[in-house]
């Protein structure tokens, strides 16, 4: 199978289940925004000096995996791709594991107020990761306020996720001194 279909040369693509829209349609800009997210991962992930975050980053990478996949699915289909995916849907169990490395990282982290980012070049990645990451956000919500059924635990994942970004990136701020 080759990856060049041609069957988006005219500015469409197809959802999961075979539903074709605009390449431009709420929903693909969305998990195009995710796409985006899971790239600068990896960068974080290739950038980073501590092995757990590392490991962390790509459970996440893999969990957006499976994130996109249901922002993919129509409306209509939610429920079918829910019966034939329900093992890899997000849930509040991985919402409440991002909790908990923000509120692990916090008891130890010691910083005064907002940090720029450059200290180091993963500070900086993750830091880009973490606007990367609100981006996602925003969009998802602008696809929930646009009537588009949005599963809560999606968009409170991405909220978790910029924060634990952000402790990560201060981390990586403060190996360096």
């Not at 959802?15 to 390449?23: A, D, E, Q």
């Not at 092995?51 to 409306?75: C, G, P, R």
């Not at 939610?78 to 909790?99: E, P, S």
């Amino acid at each position: 199978m080759s990856i060049s279909t041609k069957t988006g040369d005219g500015g469409s693509t197809s959802l999961l289940f075979n539903k074709r829209v605009s390449k431009n349609h709420p929903r693909v800009v969305c998990y195009g925004n995710v796409d985006e997210l899971s790239s600068s991962l990896g960068i974080c992930r290739a950038h980073s000096i501590d092995v757990n975050v590392k490991s962390q980053l790509l459970e996440i990478q893999i969990e957006l995996v499976h994130f996109m996949a249901e922002l993919a699915t129509d409306d209509l289909d939610q429920d079918r791709y829910h019966k034939k995916y329900a093992d890899k849907v997000i849930h509040q169990q991985q919402v409440d594991r991002l909790t908990s490395l923000i509120e692990e990282k916090e008891k130890n982290l010691q910083f005064k107020g907002w940090t720029q980012s450059g200290e180091t070049v993963a500070d900086a990645f993750f830091d880009q990761a973490r606007t990367t990451c609100r981006r996602a956000e925003r969009g998802i919500v602008a696809l929930k306020e646009s009537g588009t059924s949005v599963r809560s635990e999606l968009m409170v994942y991405l909220n978790r996720l910029a924060d634990l970004l952000w402790i990560w990136g201060v981390e990586h701020m403060l190996f360096k001194k």
